[in-house]
């Protein structure tokens, strides 16, 4: 089965410090994963996804993230953060069957 | 705007009342989901259409739930005889032949009194 874990509810820093935001997969096979943020009132956007490729994946707005399967981890990190990243963060794992399997989600704050 | 489009955005409805919410996709997007997202978690998997034909239910789809794709386009999700339960916002995404990569509308939020 297919499932992801984020590590953090919350996270807080401060504008122009690095992000990171943890998650942990656990799959049957090579996964699929995925970074998703929503933002108040608006629906879910992709950020990036790892399909078997380069472990590191390069996203939208300077986010990006690293597929280490030693680990069967996928954090994300940016290296500033700016106040628009204020939103809910969710990992996501796919089964490869069409499902997307998401975690509880990070909200991330971003304090001026 | 050629992303998903969900309405209405939001529902206010009585307990025991039907409601119909409609998801219009991404016009080349063979696929359909529905997804539903409760305060504080991820959205779960609730059912699947592959154009016209509803291929997966998740066991969270009650039989007070319903879904339809009848043109392989829009799609409508119904549940009858509301629950306080069933109060969340009700997502919607599609995506292409082969693609894994789902996008997803704005959502309809439900409340149930």
């Known amino acids: 089965a297919q499932s992801v874990t984020q590590l953090d509810s919350h996270v807080s820093v401060s504008e122009g410090t690095p992000v990171l935001l943890r998650c942990n997969y656990s799959?049957?096979?090579?996964?699929?994963l995925f970074w998703y943020v929503q933002h108040p009132n608006k629906g879910l956007q992709l950020l990036l996804k790892y399909t078997s490729a380069a472990t590191l994946v390069k996203g939208i707005n300077g986010f990006e993230a690293e597929f280490k399967k030693s680990e069967t981890s996928f954090h994300l990190t940016k290296p500033s953060a700016h106040m628009s990243d204020a939103a809910e963060y969710f990992c996501?794992?796919?089964?490869?069957?069409?499902?997307?399997?998401f975690g509880t989600g990070t909200r991330l704050t971003v304090i001026p | 705007d050629t992303g998903v489009s969900q309405n209405p955005r939001h529902k206010i409805t009585k307990r025991g009342q039907n409601v119909t919410f409609r998801c219009d996709p991404i016009?080349?997007?063979?696929?359909l989901y529905w997804y539903r997202q409760t305060l504080g978690q991820g959205p779960e998997f609730l059912t699947y259409f592959q154009n016209e034909a509803q291929l997966e239910k998740s066991r969270l789809l009650s039989d007070r739930f319903s879904a339809e794709r009848p043109k392989g386009s829009f799609s409508t999700l119904e549940i009858q005889r509301t629950e306080q339960g069933d109060s969340a916002m009700y997502l919607c995404?599609?995506?292409?032949?082969?693609?894994?990569?789902?996008?997803f509308g704005p959502g309809t939020r439900l409340l149930v009194l």
């Open positions: 799959s049957s096979y090579s996964p699929s």
């Open positions: 996501v794992v796919s089964d490869g069957a069409n499902n997307l399997f």
């Open positions: 016009s080349e997007h063979n696929r």
């Open positions: 995404a599609s995506s292409g032949q082969g693609q894994e990569t789902q996008y």
